[in-house]
């Protein structure tokens, strides 16, 4: 039976990738048979999919079970197979096989319905992403990755024309204080191995019994770099958890003490490259044409600023 491409992936290719996307939507159903058909695989569920990536379970040749995932390479996903392979399965799943003409990648298989957004209380699920993160770090990033100074440089290089975007005062001089923040600490932009996009949803548990490991990482998105940038995504996903508190500030500090405790990072550096990250966030919503601060990046930025 031929590979259905789900509507919600095909509209996304489209909206990320233009004609090139929508080509690629296409394509997908062939390339997965030809892929499977290569690696001797045999579908055996549901596809699902991400934002790019179509990911389909499938069978070996000798029964194990395995999941076959294909997306576009561009600059975010072109490391994947590098990490994956750095890390050999230690904090993240095991890369099985790879076709660098397709960027096809065979991966162990893991229980997509239980990840971390399942776990009742937040900070329980704050601290094993940390130590998976700390696992994950470890590592020094191998070449060829995209590397924090340049996204660093190429952030900065955007400021001035994003703050004439900005209209309100406000977000302006919060606009420049989070580029003072990145300033202040590219001198030292790092050389760790880094995930780029662990948050809740992307931390599953192994789909046997008797893993090596009870929580493993999936979809990096890597980079070279300071540990420090790899906090925003935990601080902005479950927020529904911080909300319910009823001090947002505070709830956002607790969690990323939290996490730079267990990290032992230095916490102004830390705090310095996730003002970074908002940064990034706050120039991309300026390309996407909005002209203020996005109010969870602005709640972020202040906690953290102590404001």
Do not use: C, Y
Request: no cysteine; aromatic share 4%.
């Amino acid at each position: 039976m031929p590979i259905q491409v789900p509507e919600a992936l095909a509209t996304s290719l489209v909206d990320f990738f233009g004609a090139r996307g929508r080509a690629w939507a296409d394509r997908l159903p062939a390339l997965a048979s030809e892929v499977a058909d290569r690696w001797e695989l045999r579908i055996d569920g549901a596809p699902a999919h991400g934002v790019v990536g179509l990911v389909l379970p499938v069978r070996r040749a000798d029964g194990t079970g395995a999941v076959l995932k294909l997306q576009p390479v561009d600059e975010e996903t072109a490391g994947e197979p590098l990490a994956l392979r750095a890390w050999d399965g230690r904090g993240a799943a095991r890369l099985l096989d790879h076709d660098p003409a397709t960027g096809a990648m065979l991966l162990e298989r893991l229980d997509p319905a239980r990840s971390l957004l399942a776990l009742p209380d937040d900070l329980a699920a704050t601290a094993v992403l940390a130590d998976l993160l700390g696992e994950l770090t470890q590592h020094q990033a191998p070449s060829g990755l995209r590397t924090l100074a340049d996204i660093a440089d190429a952030m900065l290089a955007e400021v001035p024309q994003a703050r004439g975007a900005v209209t309100g005062e406000a977000d302006r001089r919060l606009l420049a204080d989070l580029a003072a923040a990145v300033r202040e600490v590219r001198p030292e932009p790092g050389d760790r191995l880094l995930h780029g996009d662990l948050h809740f949803g992307n931390v599953l548990a192994p789909a046997a019994p008797g893993a090596r490991a009870p929580w493993l990482a999936i979809d990096p998105k890597p980079l070279a770099g300071d540990p420090g940038f790899e906090l925003l995504p935990a601080l902005q996903n479950r927020w529904s958890d911080l909300a319910a508190t009823g001090d947002l500030p505070r709830a956002l500090r607790r969690r990323f003490d939290l996490m730079t405790d267990r990290l032992a990072l230095d916490r102004d550096r830390a705090v310095r490259w996730t003002l970074g990250r908002v940064l990034q966030n706050v120039l991309w919503g300026v390309a996407d044409g909005a002209v203020a601060i996005d109010e969870s990046q602005r709640v972020i930025a202040l906690a953290l600023l102590g404001r």
